[in-house]
Structures are given as structure tokens and as C-alpha cells.
């Protein structure tokens, strides 16, 4: 005899959660089996976790209450004209050496460098070829919101330092110099022409045309040769120069009110007043870690120590950038030579 057993119903709930169960499954296995799918195609590789920055990287060296960067306007840095070749290797490779320091300088801090080595307009020939090279970069890159021209013999000595852009919002000039030896004496080298910022702006334009009616494109340029030399007691020269002309224009135009003569912080040193390398070379030796060689990297953290031992000590400290005028350094003479090569170490 053959006994049936009748297996027990399942209740409606119990049936309604096996369905949902079912549909949940599925549903999680084509939406897994899709995006492995589609991430293989899209999905880009990120770069180690090593390689990104540091969330807790130190904060930036602390500078002078002026130079407490708000923001980071984008400048443009224009070395110097080159001289022509002279025929001297020695001359050629001080050249190089300086110019593959700005190209260093403008790599670290994100900096586009519009390099030139024409001579945009004939008769504007040895200091004054500047004004035709900066126009012409304002004009070839309106992108940029300040124009920054170095001359070809000059150096940063302060690798780790950015100018307070922000701190010159209403200036459309920035130039190195004494503002009170300029109201005072009349002094010719009260400004040093040789490196300087330049807001990208219509005023600027406006300023660099008068500032190269100066030159000796121009056919007063025998009368403002005299007008300048009248000016400036000391002016060593009777020939109208670039820098006069700038000084003249601070102090007796309207273009003064935009101009700022930054004295506030070592924004250019001349080369025959510096002589701290010594001094740097005893505080490697006593602290040590500024003995070690760093990478860019953590150029930040290094400078933070060289703040600490150099605060309050303006005689010690070298200058932003060092300007190695007459010294020569194109025609390769030995006292330019010893004073590129002790600036450009590290």
C-alpha cells in the first residue's frame, strides 16, 4: 500500500519574499556584470598614493606682512634681450648658466617664460631694447596678467620666494628701488630699470609708447638727453637711458601714481654690495637640515628652516634676484665670472 503525503502550502508572504529575493539577485548581477563592463572602457589608472600630495604638507615659508600671498595672479616672465655673440665661450656659457636659472625659477613656481633673442626694433639697441620685447609679449599673450622682464644678467638668488602679486592691485608698475632717495636727492640709481613688473593692461601700453619716446628711436631723444641730465646731478652720461627716463616719469608725470618702488622686502641686489655666501655657508654647517640636498618637492619645508635662521637679519639675507650690472658677464670677464658662478650655487 502506498502512502501520499501532501506537502504543506507555502503561506502568500512567504512566496512574495522568495520573488522579491529573486529579483533582487538578479537585478545586482547585471548591474554588477554591466559596470565591470563600462569601467574597463572608461576608468582612467590613477597614480600611486605616494605620488599625490600630501594633505598635511607644511604651509608655505612665513615672508614680510607684504608678502602674504592671497591669490596667485599668473604672470609671464621676459628674460633680457641677449647680446650678440662675441665670440667667447666663456661669456656664452655665463648666459646660459643665467638663463636656465629663470627657466628653473619659472618651473617650480608654474610660470610661462617668453624667451626672445631679436632685436625687435633696430634703433633700439642695448637697455632700451626692453620696450619693444615687453610690448611685443603683452600683445602676443593677453592672457597673462603681469608681464615681468629680467635682464639677461641677472639671477634668482631666492629660489623659494614669490613677489605679493596681490599686495599691487592698484599699481600697474613694480620696480625696485628708494622712494624717499628719489623725492629727496634726484638720484639717478634711486631705480633700477633692470627688472620690473608690468600689469598687462592699456596703461601699460600707453606708458611703455611715452617711456620709448625717450629712445633713440625718437628725434627728441638728443633733448631728453639733456633734460635728464639737467634733472639728475649725478647722472654719469649726457645720452638719454631708460632708467633716467623711467625715474623722470615717477616723479614728474602722471604715470607715478600706478608706479610702486617696492623697498619693502630684497627684491634685487646689486652684485658688488653682496657678500653673504659665507655666512649662508656657516649656517649649513650649523644646522643640519639644511646640510642635506633636497628635492623640489619639499623646497617648502626647506625654505620654512632658512625663514627661521634668517628672520630679523636683512644684511644676511640674499637678495630675490641679483643683478650682476657691468659686470660683463657676455663678454665672459674674470671678476663676472667669480661672481655669476658664487651667486648661481645652490
Not at 84 to 104: A, C, R, S, T, Y
Not at 176 to 187: F, I, P, Q, S
Not at 252 to 274: P, Q, T
Request: proline content about 7%.
Amino acid at each position: 500500500m502506498v502512502y501520499h503525503t501532501a506537502t504543506p502550502k507555502r503561506s502568500i508572504a512567504a512566496s512574495l519574499d522568495a520573488a522579491l529575493f529573486r529579483l533582487v539577485s538578479g537585478t545586482l548581477v547585471v548591474f554588477t556584470f554591466f559596470y565591470s563592463f563600462w569601467s574597463a572602457f572608461t576608468t582612467t589608472s590613477t597614480p600611486p598614493t605616494t605620488d599625490r600630495p600630501h594633505s598635511c604638507r607644511l604651509p608655505p615659508p612665513p615672508r614680510l606682512p607684504r608678502a602674504q600671498l592671497l591669490r596667485r595672479p599668473r604672470p609671464e616672465l621676459q628674460p633680457g634681450v641677449v647680446a650678440p655673440d662675441e665670440g667667447n665661450p666663456i661669456g656664452d656659457h655665463l648666459l646660459l648658466k643665467l638663463f636656465k636659472n629663470k627657466v628653473d625659477y619659472c618651473r617650480r613656481h608654474d610660470i610661462d617664460i617668453f624667451y626672445n633673442n631679436a632685436l625687435l626694433h633696430p634703433q633700439m639697441f642695448s637697455f632700451w631694447a626692453k620696450t619693444a620685447a615687453v610690448r611685443a609679449a603683452m600683445l602676443a599673450h593677453p592672457e597673462a596678467e603681469w608681464i615681468w622682464w629680467v635682464d639677461s644678467d641677472a639671477a634668482f638668488t631666492d629660489m623659494d620666494f614669490l613677489p605679493p602679486l596681490p599686495c599691487y592691485h592698484r599699481r600697474n608698475m613694480v620696480v625696485h628701488g628708494w622712494a624717499h632717495l628719489l623725492r629727496e636727492k634726484h638720484t639717478w640709481t634711486g631705480i633700477n630699470a633692470g627688472v620690473f613688473l608690468l600689469r598687462n593692461s592699456q596703461w601699460a601700453l600707453d606708458f611703455l609708447d611715452v617711456w620709448a619716446s625717450m629712445g633713440p628711436q625718437s628725434p627728441d631723444y638728443a633733448k631728453w638727453g639733456q633734460t635728464l641730465s639737467s634733472f639728475f646731478e649725478d647722472k654719469m652720461f649726457p645720452e638719454s637711458d631708460d632708467q633716467s627716463g623711467l625715474i623722470y616719469l615717477y616723479l614728474k608725470e602722471k604715470w607715478g601714481e600706478k608706479i610702486y618702488v617696492e623697498d619693502e622686502y630684497y627684491f634685487e641686489g646689486y652684485w658688488l654690495d653682496i657678500n653673504v655666501t659665507a655666512r649662508y655657508t656657516e649656517i649649513e654647517r650649523n644646522v643640519a637640515a639644511l646640510r642635506r640636498r633636497h628635492a623640489e618637492k619639499v623646497s617648502d619645508g626647506y625654505a620654512r628652516v632658512w625663514e627661521e635662521q634668517l628672520k630679523e637679519k636683512l644684511g644676511l639675507r640674499r637678495p630675490f634676484v641679483t643683478h650682476f650690472t657691468d659686470a660683463s658677464p657676455a663678454v665672459g670677464t674674470i671678476t663676472g665670472c667669480i661672481r655669476a658662478r658664487a651667486a648661481l650655487m645652490p
